[in-house]
């Protein structure tokens, strides 16, 4: 290579050199250009390569070679990207280097997706340069491709791990519903949101929705906490299905349950509830050779100017514990 960092392609060696030899840093026996060229061509993991202006290969290095199927760098002289590629991806390239070859601009670090011998996709970071002779008249592109797939597919698998992670942090193991974390978040945005629908001058509504299971307690006694886990489970599948999926379900702890029902106003959240409150009534459990008779108390409230995520919280409990008090089985 020349002084300018441009490949010298005449047959002469280059005696000229731009290391020091007297620099007290540098080794006494230095490489030559030639001789740090086969190193890179020969060790590198990176992939080398040089094309001439019909981008045929002129010279590669032993891993782009091996990438390729082929053993020996020079099978690959005289060669093209559609020799070894699917033709789009062959054209792709070809009009990334005739770009090149045309302004001088390099392009550095591009993502390209591509297969490799043994047909299997590959993810590599690919730089292409201009390649110039001494006059500095381009005469062709280099490039260095390196194989970035198992980062790829490390950065996806821990993309995916952090999903499942913060799925994780937001819903109930048990029953698949948000959990009682993820309620007060939510509350506090549907709030958030409304009170603005309403400062603009819209009629805007929403309802809390909180209910439990009756007499929870006797149906642990009776049956165990396997048949009481089953028990929520079953209350939370059936909240599930008769939701709309703009409202959002959540366990809010034990065998109580909240629901935040989008635009309802309070009659609607109300004739809502006791839909849900006579599906539950006429669906028992059926497990283990046991039918368990299910039925739920229910409290609904209605989003009020200015009213606070705790506030709304304490109102729907308060009518849920109303409910109990008036014979449990209902809506209040």
């Avoid at 993991?45 to 990438?67: E, Q, V």
């Avoid at 591009?110 to 201009?130: D, F, G, I, R, V």
């Avoid at 599948?237 to 409202?247: E, Y």
Wanted: aromatic fraction near 8%; glycine fraction near 6%; proline fraction near 2%.
């Amino acid at each position: 290579m020349n002084q300018d960092g441009f490949l010298d392609i005449s047959d002469e060696n280059n005696k000229n050199s731009d290391f020091d030899p007297s620099h007290e840093h540098m080794p006494v026996e230095l490489l030559s250009e030639s001789d740090i060229i086969k190193t890179l061509m020969s060790t590198s993991d990176d992939m080398i390569y040089f094309k001439d202006l019909d981008s045929k290969f002129f010279l590669n290095n032993k891993a782009h070679a091996l990438r390729l199927g082929m053993s020996n760098p020079r099978e690959l002289i005289g060669k093209r990207d559609d020799d070894f590629y699917p033709k789009e991806v062959a054209n792709r390239m070809r009009q990334d280097e005739l770009e090149i070859i045309k302004t001088g601009i390099p392009i550095v670090n591009k993502m390209e997706q591509t297969m490799n011998a043994s047909n299997n996709l590959l993810c590599m970071s690919t730089s292409k340069y201009p390649l110039f002779d001494r006059d500095r008249k381009i005469i062709g592109t280099w490039g260095i491709s390196r194989d970035m797939t198992n980062l790829v597919r490390a950065e996806e698998e821990l993309a995916i791990a952090n999903t499942k992670l913060k799925s994780l942090s937001l819903t109930d193991e048990l029953t698949g519903l948000y959990n009682h974390r993820h309620f007060y978040d939510s509350l506090e945005i549907a709030i958030a949101i409304f009170a603005r629908k309403r400062s603009g001058g819209f009629t805007a509504d929403f309802c809390l929705v909180i209910l439990d299971i009756d007499l929870f307690k006797i149906i642990n006694d009776s049956f165990g906490h396997v048949i009481g886990d089953a028990a929520i489970r079953y209350i939370a599948g059936l909240i599930t299905a008769h939701t709309r999926s703009s409202d959002t379900s959540f366990r809010y702890g034990g065998d109580e349950y909240a629901i935040i029902l989008q635009d309802t106003s309070l009659s609607a959240g109300r004739d809502f509830a006791e839909r849900l409150r006579m599906i539950i009534e006429q669906n028992p459990l059926k497990i283990d050779g046991n039918t368990i008779d299910l039925t739920i108390s229910v409290g609904v409230v209605c989003y009020d100017n200015e009213e606070t995520a705790q506030l709304m919280v304490q109102k729907a409990d308060a009518k849920l514990y109303q409910s109990k008090q008036d014979g449990r089985n209902r809506v209040t």
